[in-house]
């Protein structure tokens, strides 16, 4: 998928300056043209230009090791990109699986996540701890969140 952005990158630069070399003959043949087809070569511009005006060109390179520069830097970003999406669905992956293991605790055992709990093993119940200074949700709304709950099992 990397390979494939930048490889489509370098063939559209690669398009563009074939037709910026197709548009811009050499000035060797245009000086060694006949004076009577002069009056014609106006005419193969002119019917490049509408496609030259349609497209924006954004950047010109100076010279193949900027454009070379510029595909290490785009593979760079696109390395990056990936990574992130990789992220974000590892990230999604995880967040639906506690919902579920979540769901899990509620259902089976009335246990609401958010709350802190002991596990007493001689009665063996879950004992409701009260919510303790860093537990309790900030009131404003541009204050961090709180923190997250200790863990609820506790030998």
């Known amino acids: 998928m990397i390979g494939a952005g930048l490889t489509s990158v370098l063939c559209m630069l690669a398009l563009q300056a074939q037709e910026r070399r197709a548009s811009n003959p050499p000035p060797a043949k245009s000086a060694a043209a006949p004076k009577d087809k002069g009056a014609q070569a106006p005419t193969q511009p002119v019917a490049a230009s509408p496609s030259a005006s349609a497209e924006k060109v954004a950047f010109?390179?100076?010279?193949?090791?900027?454009m070379q520069e510029f595909g290490k830097i785009w593979q760079q970003r696109q390395i990056m990109m990936t990574r992130m999406a990789v992220l974000r669905s590892y990230w999604d992956q995880e967040q639906a699986a506690v919902a579920q293991?979540?769901?899990?605790?509620?259902?089976?055992y009335s246990l609401d996540v958010?709350?802190?709990?002991?596990l007493d093993t001689k009665r063996r119940a879950l004992i409701e701890q009260p919510a303790t200074a860093t537990q309790v949700p900030p009131m404003s709304s541009d204050a961090a969140p709180a923190s997250a709950p200790e863990s609820a099992a506790k030998p």
């Open 60 to 66: 010109t390179f100076a010279d193949e090791a900027q």
């Open 114 to 118: 958010n709350k802190n709990y002991n």
């Open 101 to 108: 293991i979540n769901q899990g605790l509620l259902s089976k």
